[in-house]
């Protein structure tokens, strides 16, 4: 009789191990972490196009339960980033998860947390018991599958790339850091993210900054809202101005995802103050042509402001200090009501004051002294200081222009401002000007110029400067038509170099002329004059704007 109760025992305990095994895994995303499951023990199915940057995980065979598991199961070899089925088991919690790079994922260490997981792979057989393959994102209802959506093409009024920088620092803390995120989550939703509107990362500040994602990763709100959940509190020093420069430095580049020809924005929120310098970031961010706006919560009290290094630090930080790019929220608490004033700011483009700069928002023109006394070797000199100035500019389709006239008693025009829209075929087209030798009419050239240089693009957007270089006296009038391009928005500054007198090289440039005229007595000295026209230049175009 013990023998047959033994053979039932085994039947019966091997029966839910068999209904475990045919049932369906559930579909979860790749954000999805060991503490939201309900169960002990559950199979799951990770989507297969989840990106290995997503993943949080901490500790190696045994993880944390803030952990993704998906990231824990391509960490642990249950699966690869394709995807698939695994088996999740409820675990207690440990100290000192430690940590390791494998499969393409470095975990992370974690001193102590109150629950963990493990997972292994699940037998192809278990899914073949349920009688069908799961592949949708969400657990089955019975119901037939609906088609993917197509990508939203997003609020196109609004159409920018930003970067939201918010602080996980200690003045923070980790409950009012969830309210923060919270607030984010819902500006972004309100922007109206989409393929052909606004696109956003994040950056936390914090001890050291860290991008938490990039413009490029996400391009739908839901898939936002995801990555803002998991985003981790940092803890640490407020070190805004460090992580404001890691943004304008790091974060736009064409491999992070940003676009072409529209604005860059670095929304940063500061609750209480920095623990650093925002100054010189927000001189670098606007350098960069980054609109920044400062957010802040909790403003120090008067007790507080002789632990602030700078109380000045909202001005000095944000684009123009118009009032314009700065924002208070008196609480973290009851802050819908602040998500749509601040996302109509955002949205304001025409007010982006800092999306040009001088490097992509010009057009120069250099007027180059072909007469017989310049000399042929001398002559390439004046084409080396022509590419080194040119070197220093954002040329491109939609960025700065270069343009150049060789002149004598006739003038030549070697390109104009849309024959080349790279730097390099630029440079090429410079190398590949040829010396013409005659006399001198610069007075001519300067009208001819202005008339089929500047004539065609005197409405775009780019601001105009002429380069005059000549090495001697004009055989013609200089004043009337240097005061007619003058009126026409062109600003010349005049680089006399040898016999040049210095009453016509003044004569031709612009107010303040001490400021817009250049003389060397030697062509080799061309090279030292190079950086001082460039930053003439941007002082220059940074003053119209004001």
């Known amino acids: 009789m013990a023998p047959l109760l033994l053979l039932l025992g085994v039947v019966f305990l091997a029966s839910p191990a068999k209904a475990e095994e045919s049932s369906a895994p559930t579909a979860i995303s790749c954000f999805t972490r060991g503490l939201d499951l309900r169960k002990d023990k559950a199979d799951v199915l990770c989507p297969s196009d989840c990106s290995i940057w997503q993943f949080y995980v901490y500790g190696n065979v045994v993880y944390a339960s803030i952990s993704s598991i998906c990231g824990a199961a391509i960490h642990r070899g249950a699966i690869t980033t394709s995807g698939g089925a695994v088996r999740v088991q409820i675990l207690p919690g440990q100290e000192n998860y430690s940590a390791i790079y494998a499969n393409g994922i470095q975990s992370q260490v974690l001193s102590r947390w109150s629950s963990s997981f493990s997972v292994s792979s699940v037998r192809s057989g278990a899914l073949e018991a349920a009688g069908r393959p799961i592949s949708t994102v969400r657990p089955s209802t019975g119901k037939r599958p609906k088609k993917p959506l197509?990508?939203?093409?997003?609020?196109?009024?609004?159409?920018?790339?930003?970067?939201?920088?918010?602080?996980?620092?200690?003045?923070?803390?980790?409950?009012?850091?969830?309210?923060?995120?919270?607030?984010?989550?819902?500006?972004?939703?309100?922007?109206?993210?989409?393929?052909?509107?606004?696109?956003?990362?994040?950056?936390?500040?914090?001890?050291?900054?860290?991008?938490?994602?990039?413009?490029?990763?996400?391009t739908a709100s839901k898939n936002v809202l995801f990555a803002i959940k998991e985003i981790g509190f940092k803890g640490g020093n407020s070190n805004t101005g460090k992580a404001l420069k890691h943004t304008a430095q790091r974060f736009f580049t064409a491999e992070n995802g940003v676009r072409k020809g529209i604005p860059k924005i670095i929304v940063v929120f500061i609750d209480g103050w920095p623990s650093d310098?925002?100054?010189?970031?927000?001189?670098?961010?606007?350098?960069?042509?980054?609109?920044?706006?400062?957010?802040?919560?909790?403003k120090p009290t008067p007790e507080e402001l002789g632990m602030v290094q700078d109380v000045g630090f909202v001005e000095k930080a944000v684009c123009q200090n118009n009032g314009f790019f700065s924002y208070n929220i008196p609480t973290w608490?009851?802050?819908?009501?602040?998500v749509k004033p601040l996302v109509q700011k955002l949205c304001a483009h025409e007010q982006m004051l800092c999306s040009k700069t001088c490097?992509?928002?010009v057009n120069i023109a250099f007027l180059i002294d072909g007469s017989s006394s310049v000399g042929d070797s001398n002559f390439r000199l004046m084409l080396e200081f022509i590419s080194n100035i040119a070197k220093s500019f954002e040329i491109t389709d939609i960025g700065a222009k270069i343009a150049a006239v060789q002149f004598t008693y006739d003038?030549?025009?070697?390109?104009?401002?849309?024959?080349?829209?790279?730097?390099?075929?630029?440079l090429s087209a410079v190398r590949g000007i040829r010396y013409m030798s005659g006399g001198t009419a610069t007075g001519d050239a300067i009208t001819y110029t202005t008339r089929n240089v500047f004539g065609p693009v005197r409405?775009?957007?780019?601001?105009?400067?002429?380069?005059?270089?000549?090495?001697?006296?004009?055989?013609d009038d200089i004043r009337g038509p240097a005061a007619a391009a003058h009126k026409t928005g062109i600003t010349i500054f005049s680089v006399g170099i040898a016999w040049a007198p210095l009453d016509d090289l003044k004569d031709m440039a612009s107010e303040p002329r001490e400021t817009h005229t250049f003389f060397t007595r030697e062509f080799t000295g061309l090279e030292q004059i190079v950086p001082d026209v460039v930053r003439a230049i941007c002082r220059d175009f940074l003053g119209s704007k004001q």
Not at 278 to 297: C, P, T
């Open 411 to 426: 003038q030549r025009i070697e390109f104009s401002f849309t024959d080349y829209i790279t730097k390099e075929k630029v």
């Open 277 to 298: 310098d925002l100054e010189e970031a927000g001189i670098l961010a606007r350098e960069f042509g980054v609109n920044v706006f400062i957010v802040s919560i909790a």
């Open 150 to 218: 197509e990508k939203k093409s997003g609020n196109k009024d609004c159409k920018a790339d930003f970067a939201f920088l918010i602080d996980g620092s200690y003045n923070i803390g980790q409950r009012r850091f969830n309210l923060q995120k919270n607030f984010v989550g819902k500006v972004a939703v309100m922007l109206g993210i989409g393929t052909e509107g606004p696109h956003v990362g994040v950056v936390q500040a914090s001890e050291h900054p860290k991008t938490e994602f990039y413009l490029k990763n996400f």
């Open 333 to 338: 608490f009851g802050t819908t009501k602040y």
């Open 459 to 475: 409405d775009g957007p780019n601001k105009n400067f002429l380069v005059i270089l000549t090495d001697g006296q004009s055989y």
């Open 359 to 361: 490097y992509n928002s």
